[in-house]
C-alpha cells in the first residue's frame, strides 16, 4: 500500500530542525533547570524516529551515516572517562569541577565536568532507542 | 594509595565498553577478555589484603559523603565474594573460547559477560540499598540478553518467563525501597542500621519490610517457595552462561539476604531469623527432591544450585559466628564448585549428544580425565575431606548446633547424603557403566574444554586444603556480621 | 492527596495484574510497564508530596521538598524504560521465530522433560 505521504515529509522538514534545536537547548538547560541529556537524547531519538516515519530507511540512512551501537559505546565510554577524570585528580570517582570561561557572542558561560557527562548520557540514549526502533522496524 | 574497590568496578566496565566497538574482532576480545579478567583478579586480591591489612575500604562517589551520597563499601564479605567471582570468571571465560561459537562472540557476548560481571561486583560492594536495585539491574539486564543469546526456540521461550519474573521481583524491590524510605527515611545501609538499631520502641511494620525484602532477594537467590522459574532458565541458554549464572546469580541474593539480614534488619530476629531458617530448611528438602527426581542431567545440576541456597541461608539464619563462617566458605566453595560442575556437565552433554541420563554410558572409557574430575567435583560438593564443600559444611553444623536448631542440621545431613546419590548417580550411569557409543560416534570432543574444568577443580582442592590460610580473612568477615557497628562506625564516622 | 495517590497507585498494580495474567504477550508487556509505574507513583507518594518550594539553587525558602524520591524514581524509570524496551523486542523476536504471540502456544516437546 503506497500511503500519499507528502503531508508529512514536508512538515518533517521544518518540525525537524525546531525538535532537533529545542532538543539541544534542553540538553545545555540541565544543570541548573530541567532538561539534561537523558531528555534530551530521547528528544533527538524522537526527532529521528520521525524522519524515519516520513522517509524510509535507506534514505535515513544516507543522511545520517551513523552507526547507532557504535554511538552508543562511544556514549558510555565518555561517560566513564568522565568519571574516572576525577580519579586522575585525586578524588573519588564521578567527582566533577566547574568554572566560567568567557566565549566570544555569549559571553560568561559556565561550563562544568558534568556536561561531558551528560553528553556520553546523551549519545547512550539516541544510539540506545534509535537501535531498538531499527531493530523492530527495520525488517518489515 | 590507590582505592581499589572503584578499580573492580571500572575494569570489567571499560573492558566491557572497549569491546562494544569490536564486535567483529573475535581474537582481539578474547585477548582483551582474559587480560582485563587477569587484572581484575590481581585487583580484587590487593583489595583483599587491604582490607584485611587496613579495614574496610570505601569509596565516596562524587565525594558526596553519606549518608546523603551513593558509597561503595568494601569490608571482608564483600572482599571474598569479589574475589571469588574474578577467580571464576576465568575459567568461565576460556571454556567459552571453545564451546560458545564464533556467531554468538561476534553478537558483543564478552561485553554483555563483562557488562554482567559489572552489575554483580557492583551488588557485592555497594553501601547503598537503591544503588544495589541499581547494580541488580545491572546484572538482570545483562542476564537477560546472555539467556536468550543466540536465539534459539528454547531460549526465546525460557527467556521471556524469566524477564517477566524478574521485572516483578525488580517492581517488588523498588516498592520496599519505598516503604522503606518512608519509614526510616534513609537508604544508606549503615545508617539504616543505625536508625533501626537505635529505635526504642518495637517496629512491626519493619518486620513486614524486613520479609518483602526476603522475598525480592529470595526471588534473585531461588529460595523456597520463589524457585520454580530457576530449573528452566539456567539449562536452556549454552553451558558457560548457565555456568556462569549458576555460579554468580544465585550467590547476589544470597549475599543481599546475608548484608541485610546481618547490618539492618536485625531488629526481631526472633522472628525474622526463624522464618529464614525455615525456609532455609525447606529449599534444602524440596531442592533435593526435585535433583534426586530429575533424569536430566542438567536439571539434576541446577536443582543442587536451590540446595546450596538452603544451606548457605541457614547459616545466615543462625546468626552465631559458626554459621556465618560456614556460610561464607560455603558460598565461596559453591560458585567455585559449582561453576566447575556445569562445565563438567556442559562437557558430558556435548559428548554425550544427549542431556538424558538414560541415552548415555560408558563416557569415561575414552575420556578418563573428564570422568575422574567430575568424581573429584561431586565429592567436593558434598564436602568429603580433605576437599573444599568440608569445612563450611562442619562450620554449619556447629552453628546449627550452637542455637539449637537441631532438625534443620538433621535434615542437613540427609540433603547432603542425597546430593551424593543425585550425582554419583550420573558419575555411575553417565560415566561409568556401559558404552553406549564408540569413540568415533560421539557428538563432540572436548578439547579446550578440560583445562578451565581442572583450574576450577583445583581451586577447589586448594580452598579444602588451604582452609586455614583463609580462616583469618573469614574471621575478619565474621568480626562485621557480627557486630554491625564496625561496619556503620567505618562507612558513617570516619 | 496521599490517600489519591495511593488509591493510583493501587488501580496501576490491579490492572498490572490482570494484564499480565492474560496470554498476549503485548499485554503482558504493558502489564509489567503499569506495575513499574505504580511502584513509581508508590515511591513519591511514601516520601511525602509536596511539602515546600523545589530543591533548586538560588531559591530562597525555609522549607524544601525532598529532592531523592523523584531522583530515585527518575533512575527507576530509566531502567524501566530499557527494561520495556527489551521485553517489548524480545516478545517480537519470540513471535517472529515461534510465529505465536500467545503464551499457550510457546509450549514445546521441551518443557515437559
Same mark, same amino acid.
Given at each position: 500500500m503506497k500511503l500519499n505521504d507528502i503531508v508529512i515529509q514536508t512538515t518533517t522538514k521544518f518540525v525537524l530542525f525546531i525538535i532537533l534545536a529545542f532538543s539541544i537547548f534542553i540538553f545545555f538547560n540541565g544543570h541548573h533547570h530541567p532538561g539534561g541529556g537523558f531528555i534530551g537524547g530521547l528528544m533527538t531519538s524522537a526527532a529521528i524516529t520521525l524522519l524515519l516515519l516520513a522517509f524510509d530507511f535507506e534514505t535515513v540512512k544516507r543522511i545520517l551515516p551513523i552507526d547507532f551501537k557504535i554511538l552508543t559505546a562511544s556514549g558510555m565510554l565518555i561517560a566513564t572517562l568522565t568519571g574516572m577524570g576525577g580519579l586522575v585528580f585525586g578524588g573519588p570517582f564521578l567527582s566533577h569541577t566547574f568554572g566560567y570561561v568567557h566565549l566570544p557572542f555569549f559571553g560568561e558561560v559556565e561550563l562544568a565536568t558534568a556536561l561531558l557527562f551528560d553528553l556520553g548520557v546523551y549519545f547512550v540514549v539516541v544510539g540506545s532507542a534509535l537501535t531498538i526502533i531499527e531493530m523492530i522496524g527495520g525488517d518489515q | 594509595m590507590t582505592n581499589y574497590v572503584i578499580w573492580t568496578l571500572l575494569i570489567p566496565l571499560l573492558a566491557g565498553i572497549i569491546m562494544l566497538f569490536i564486535p567483529q574482532r573475535v581474537i582481539l576480545q578474547r585477548t582483551i577478555s582474559i587480560i582485563a579478567s587477569i587484572i581484575l583478579l590481581i585487583n580484587t586480591v590487593l583489595l583483599v589484603f587491604q582490607i584485611q591489612t587496613e579495614g574496610i575500604q570505601k569509596m565516596e562517589l562524587g565525594g558526596w559523603a553519606p549518608p546523603f551520597g551513593i558509597i561503595l563499601v568494601g569490608d571482608m564479605l564483600s572482599g571474598?565474594?569479589?574475589?571469588?567471582?574474578?577467580? $571464576?570468571?576465568?575459567?568461565?571465560?576460556? !571454556?567459552?573460547?571453545?564451546?560458545? @561459537?564464533?556467531?554468538?562472540?561476534?553478537?558483543?557476548?564478552?561485553?554483555?559477560?563483562?557488562? %554482567? $560481571?559489572?552489575?554483580?561486583? @557492583?551488588?557485592?560492594?555497594?553501601?547503598?540499598?537503591?544503588?544495589?536495585?541499581?547494580?541488580?539491574?545491572?546484572?538482570?539486564?545483562?542476564?537477560?540478553?546472555?539467556?536468550? +543469546? &543466540?536465539?534459539?526456540?528454547?531460549?526465546?521461550?525460557?527467556?521471556?518467563?524469566?524477564?517477566?519474573?524478574?521485572?516483578?521481583?525488580?517492581?517488588?524491590? *523498588?516498592?520496599? *525501597?519505598?516503604?522503606? !524510605?518512608?519509614?526510616?527515611?534513609?537508604?544508606?545501609?549503615? +545508617?539504616?542500621?543505625?536508625?533501626?538499631?537505635?529505635?526504642?520502641?518495637?517496629?512491626?511494620?519493619?518486620?513486614?519490610?524486613?520479609?518483602?525484602? %526476603?522475598?525480592?532477594?529470595?526471588?534473585? @537467590?531461588?529460595?523456597?517457595?520463589?524457585?520454580?522459574w530457576l530449573p528452566a532458565s539456567y539449562t536452556a541458554p549454552p553451558t558457560a552462561i548457565g555456568a556462569?549464572? &549458576?555460579?554468580?546469580?544465585?550467590? $547476589?541474593?544470597?549475599?543481599?539476604?546475608?548484608?541485610? !539480614?546481618?547490618?539492618?534488619?536485625?531488629?526481631?530476629?526472633? !522472628?525474622? +531469623?526463624?522464618?529464614?531458617?525455615?525456609?532455609?530448611?525447606?529449599?534444602?528438602?524440596?531442592?533435593?527432591? &526435585?535433583?534426586v527426581a530429575h533424569k536430566d542431567v542438567t536439571k539434576i545440576l541446577v536443582y543442587n544450585v536451590i540446595v546450596a541456597v538452603g544451606f548457605v541461608l541457614f547459616g545466615v539464619s543462625t546468626m552465631t559466628e559458626a554459621g556465618y563462617q560456614g556460610a561464607i566458605y560455603y558460598v565461596i566453595h559453591d560458585m567455585i564448585i559449582k561453576a566447575a560442575l556445569f562445565l563438567l556437565i556442559g562437557a558430558l552433554v556435548t559428548v554425550g549428544g544427549t542431556k538424558y541420563l538414560k541415552q548415555m554410558g560408558g563416557i569415561i572409557k575414552y575420556h578418563p580425565a573428564l570422568g575422574w574430575l567430575f568424581l573429584v567435583a561431586v565429592f567436593a560438593l558434598v564436602g568429603i575431606p580433605p576437599l573444599s564443600g568440608f569445612i563450611g559444611k562442619v562450620l554449619l553444623i556447629q552453628g546449627g548446633t550452637t542455637v539449637g536448631d537441631y532438625w534443620i542440621v538433621f535434615l542437613m545431613m540427609v540433603a547432603s547424603l542425597l546430593v551424593l546419590y543425585s550425582m554419583i548417580r550420573i558419575f555411575l550411569q553417565g560415566f561409568y557403566g556401559k558404552s553406549v557409543l564408540s569413540s568415533k560416534e560421539e557428538h563432540g570432543t572436548t578439547k579446550g574444554l578440560l583445562f578451565p574444568i581442572s583450574l576450577l577443580i583445583a581451586l577447589s582442592v586448594l580452598l579444602g586444603i588451604g582452609a586455614e590460610f583463609l580462616y583469618p580473612f573469614v574471621q575478619t568477615a565474621t568480626e562485621v556480621l557480627l557486630q554491625p557497628e564496625l561496619y556503620i562506625n567505618a562507612v558513617l564516622k570516619e | 492527596m496521599e490517600i489519591l495517590m495511593s488509591v493510583i497507585a493501587g488501580i496501576l498494580f490491579m490492572v498490572g495484574t490482570y494484564l499480565i495474567l492474560s496470554k498476549n504477550m503485548i499485554r503482558i508487556v504493558l502489564g509489567t510497564n503499569f506495575i513499574s509505574h505504580g511502584a513509581h507513583i508508590l515511591i513519591l507518594t511514601m516520601a511525602g508530596l509536596k511539602t515546600g518550594a523545589p530543591p533548586l539553587l538560588g531559591l530562597e525558602a525555609t522549607n524544601y521538598t525532598d529532592p531523592l524520591p523523584q531522583a530515585l524514581i527518575l533512575t527507576a524509570i530509566v531502567i524501566s524504560f530499557g527494561v520495556t524496551a527489551f521485553f517489548l523486542v524480545l516478545g517480537y523476536r519470540t513471535y517472529k521465530v515461534t510465529g505465536t504471540d500467545n503464551t499457550d502456544g510457546l509450549r514445546g516437546p521441551d518443557s515437559y522433560d
Amino acid at each position: 500500500m503506497k500511503l500519499n505521504d507528502i503531508v508529512i515529509q514536508t512538515t518533517t522538514k521544518f518540525v525537524l530542525f525546531i525538535i532537533l534545536a529545542f532538543s539541544i537547548f534542553i540538553f545545555f538547560n540541565g544543570h541548573h533547570h530541567p532538561g539534561g541529556g537523558f531528555i534530551g537524547g530521547l528528544m533527538t531519538s524522537a526527532a529521528i524516529t520521525l524522519l524515519l516515519l516520513a522517509f524510509d530507511f535507506e534514505t535515513v540512512k544516507r543522511i545520517l551515516p551513523i552507526d547507532f551501537k557504535i554511538l552508543t559505546a562511544s556514549g558510555m565510554l565518555i561517560a566513564t572517562l568522565t568519571g574516572m577524570g576525577g580519579l586522575v585528580f585525586g578524588g573519588p570517582f564521578l567527582s566533577h569541577t566547574f568554572g566560567y570561561v568567557h566565549l566570544p557572542f555569549f559571553g560568561e558561560v559556565e561550563l562544568a565536568t558534568a556536561l561531558l557527562f551528560d553528553l556520553g548520557v546523551y549519545f547512550v540514549v539516541v544510539g540506545s532507542a534509535l537501535t531498538i526502533i531499527e531493530m523492530i522496524g527495520g525488517d518489515q | 594509595m590507590t582505592n581499589y574497590v572503584i578499580w573492580t568496578l571500572l575494569i570489567p566496565l571499560l573492558a566491557g565498553i572497549i569491546m562494544l566497538f569490536i564486535p567483529q574482532r573475535v581474537i582481539l576480545q578474547r585477548t582483551i577478555s582474559i587480560i582485563a579478567s587477569i587484572i581484575l583478579l590481581i585487583n580484587t586480591v590487593l583489595l583483599v589484603f587491604q582490607i584485611q591489612t587496613e579495614g574496610i575500604q570505601k569509596m565516596e562517589l562524587g565525594g558526596w559523603a553519606p549518608p546523603f551520597g551513593i558509597i561503595l563499601v568494601g569490608d571482608m564479605l564483600s572482599g571474598l565474594l569479589v574475589l571469588t567471582t574474578a577467580l $571464576v570468571i576465568i575459567p568461565i571465560l576460556i !571454556y567459552s573460547f571453545s564451546s560458545i @561459537g564464533v556467531e554468538r562472540e561476534k553478537k558483543y557476548y564478552y561485553s554483555i559477560f563483562f557488562f %554482567l $560481571v559489572t552489575g554483580v561486583l @557492583g551488588a557485592f560492594l555497594t553501601g547503598d540499598l537503591f544503588n544495589m536495585f541499581v547494580f541488580f539491574e545491572v546484572f538482570l539486564l545483562s542476564s537477560y540478553v546472555l539467556i536468550v +543469546h &543466540g536465539s534459539t526456540q528454547k531460549q526465546l521461550r525460557e527467556s521471556f518467563k524469566y524477564v517477566l519474573i524478574n521485572i516483578l521481583s525488580s517492581a517488588l524491590f *523498588v516498592i520496599g *525501597v519505598a516503604y522503606l !524510605y518512608a519509614v526510616i527515611g534513609t537508604l544508606n545501609m549503615a +545508617h539504616l542500621g543505625e536508625r533501626i538499631a537505635s529505635l526504642t520502641e518495637p517496629a512491626p511494620i519493619l518486620t513486614v519490610i524486613a520479609l518483602m525484602f %526476603l522475598i525480592i532477594f529470595g526471588l534473585k @537467590g531461588a529460595i523456597f517457595p520463589l524457585y520454580f522459574w530457576l530449573p528452566a532458565s539456567y539449562t536452556a541458554p549454552p553451558t558457560a552462561i548457565g555456568a556462569l549464572f &549458576g555460579a554468580l546469580l544465585t550467590k $547476589v541474593g544470597i549475599y543481599a539476604i546475608f548484608r541485610t !539480614y546481618s547490618i539492618i534488619f536485625v531488629h526481631d530476629p526472633a !522472628y525474622t +531469623h526463624t522464618v529464614l531458617g525455615v525456609l532455609a530448611a525447606l529449599t534444602m528438602i524440596f531442592g533435593v527432591i &526435585g535433583a534426586v527426581a530429575h533424569k536430566d542431567v542438567t536439571k539434576i545440576l541446577v536443582y543442587n544450585v536451590i540446595v546450596a541456597v538452603g544451606f548457605v541461608l541457614f547459616g545466615v539464619s543462625t546468626m552465631t559466628e559458626a554459621g556465618y563462617q560456614g556460610a561464607i566458605y560455603y558460598v565461596i566453595h559453591d560458585m567455585i564448585i559449582k561453576a566447575a560442575l556445569f562445565l563438567l556437565i556442559g562437557a558430558l552433554v556435548t559428548v554425550g549428544g544427549t542431556k538424558y541420563l538414560k541415552q548415555m554410558g560408558g563416557i569415561i572409557k575414552y575420556h578418563p580425565a573428564l570422568g575422574w574430575l567430575f568424581l573429584v567435583a561431586v565429592f567436593a560438593l558434598v564436602g568429603i575431606p580433605p576437599l573444599s564443600g568440608f569445612i563450611g559444611k562442619v562450620l554449619l553444623i556447629q552453628g546449627g548446633t550452637t542455637v539449637g536448631d537441631y532438625w534443620i542440621v538433621f535434615l542437613m545431613m540427609v540433603a547432603s547424603l542425597l546430593v551424593l546419590y543425585s550425582m554419583i548417580r550420573i558419575f555411575l550411569q553417565g560415566f561409568y557403566g556401559k558404552s553406549v557409543l564408540s569413540s568415533k560416534e560421539e557428538h563432540g570432543t572436548t578439547k579446550g574444554l578440560l583445562f578451565p574444568i581442572s583450574l576450577l577443580i583445583a581451586l577447589s582442592v586448594l580452598l579444602g586444603i588451604g582452609a586455614e590460610f583463609l580462616y583469618p580473612f573469614v574471621q575478619t568477615a565474621t568480626e562485621v556480621l557480627l557486630q554491625p557497628e564496625l561496619y556503620i562506625n567505618a562507612v558513617l564516622k570516619e | 492527596m496521599e490517600i489519591l495517590m495511593s488509591v493510583i497507585a493501587g488501580i496501576l498494580f490491579m490492572v498490572g495484574t490482570y494484564l499480565i495474567l492474560s496470554k498476549n504477550m503485548i499485554r503482558i508487556v504493558l502489564g509489567t510497564n503499569f506495575i513499574s509505574h505504580g511502584a513509581h507513583i508508590l515511591i513519591l507518594t511514601m516520601a511525602g508530596l509536596k511539602t515546600g518550594a523545589p530543591p533548586l539553587l538560588g531559591l530562597e525558602a525555609t522549607n524544601y521538598t525532598d529532592p531523592l524520591p523523584q531522583a530515585l524514581i527518575l533512575t527507576a524509570i530509566v531502567i524501566s524504560f530499557g527494561v520495556t524496551a527489551f521485553f517489548l523486542v524480545l516478545g517480537y523476536r519470540t513471535y517472529k521465530v515461534t510465529g505465536t504471540d500467545n503464551t499457550d502456544g510457546l509450549r514445546g516437546p521441551d518443557s515437559y522433560d
